[in-house]
């Protein structure tokens, strides 16, 4: 499954979740994530991002059903983009940046366990895992300062780690061959 596919749960909680519909965005999204890795569940093979996801939307849903759950409802931007954050930062504590495992879906199999290939999926998680850190921030202030941060800021932050993923491979490939044939940048 593409990264995009993992990223749909969260998607539609956001999108379903800005109408005030905090508790049945959470459980479309636990069911979409469930639905998306059936199979990588069955088999035990769930990618760190899927699993963190299913972690995340299930707990969420328990807690919207709870006595918690308008302060879950009011938090629940800054809480998505939080687990995010944790998510790609436990991937990259872990030695297993969560890029990794969607990069092998595109990469012949004997770049793998190169370092080349580890240290881009390294750098690529680290940009990730800002992006998410920089929103939570972003997303906490502005539940508390609605007024002061426009949510535009959050969508090109994401946007600019989308492009930063897309070009960064291509770059470094590029440079790599630059210092094969004796090229100078």
């Given at each position: 499954m593409g990264i995009f596919l993992s990223f749909l749960p969260w998607i539609a909680y956001w999108v379903m979740s800005g109408r005030d519909n905090h508790q049945t965005a959470a459980v479309a999204a636990?069911?979409?994530?469930?639905?998306?890795?059936v199979r990588d569940i069955k088999r035990r093979s769930i990618k760190i991002l899927d699993l963190g996801t299913l972690i995340f939307f299930i707990l969420l849903t328990a807690i919207s059903f709870s006595s918690e759950a308008e302060w879950v409802d009011h938090y629940s931007a800054c809480l998505s983009d939080g687990a995010m954050f944790l998510i790609s930062l436990i991937s990259l504590v872990i030695g297993k940046p969560f890029t990794i495992q969607y990069a092998r879906e595109q990469v012949d199999p004997k770049?793998?366990?190169?370092?080349?290939?580890?240290?881009?999926?390294?750098?690529?998680?680290?940009?990730?895992?800002?992006?998410?850190?920089?929103?939570?921030?972003?997303?906490?202030?502005?539940?508390?300062?609605?007024?002061?941060?426009?949510w535009v800021i959050h969508i090109l932050i994401l946007v600019g780690a989308i492009k930063f993923t897309a070009w960064y491979p291509d770059f470094v490939k590029a440079k790599a061959m630059k210092q094969e044939t004796g090229t100078v940048a």
């Amino acid at each position: 499954m593409g990264i995009f596919l993992s990223f749909l749960p969260w998607i539609a909680y956001w999108v379903m979740s800005g109408r005030d519909n905090h508790q049945t965005a959470a459980v479309a999204a636990t069911v979409i994530v469930i639905f998306l890795n059936v199979r990588d569940i069955k088999r035990r093979s769930i990618k760190i991002l899927d699993l963190g996801t299913l972690i995340f939307f299930i707990l969420l849903t328990a807690i919207s059903f709870s006595s918690e759950a308008e302060w879950v409802d009011h938090y629940s931007a800054c809480l998505s983009d939080g687990a995010m954050f944790l998510i790609s930062l436990i991937s990259l504590v872990i030695g297993k940046p969560f890029t990794i495992q969607y990069a092998r879906e595109q990469v012949d199999p004997k770049f793998w366990d190169t370092p080349g290939f580890y240290a881009t999926n390294r750098t690529i998680s680290m940009v990730w895992c800002v992006s998410f850190a920089l929103n939570t921030v972003l997303t906490y202030l502005y539940v508390r300062h609605p007024y002061m941060i426009d949510w535009v800021i959050h969508i090109l932050i994401l946007v600019g780690a989308i492009k930063f993923t897309a070009w960064y491979p291509d770059f470094v490939k590029a440079k790599a061959m630059k210092q094969e044939t004796g090229t100078v940048a």
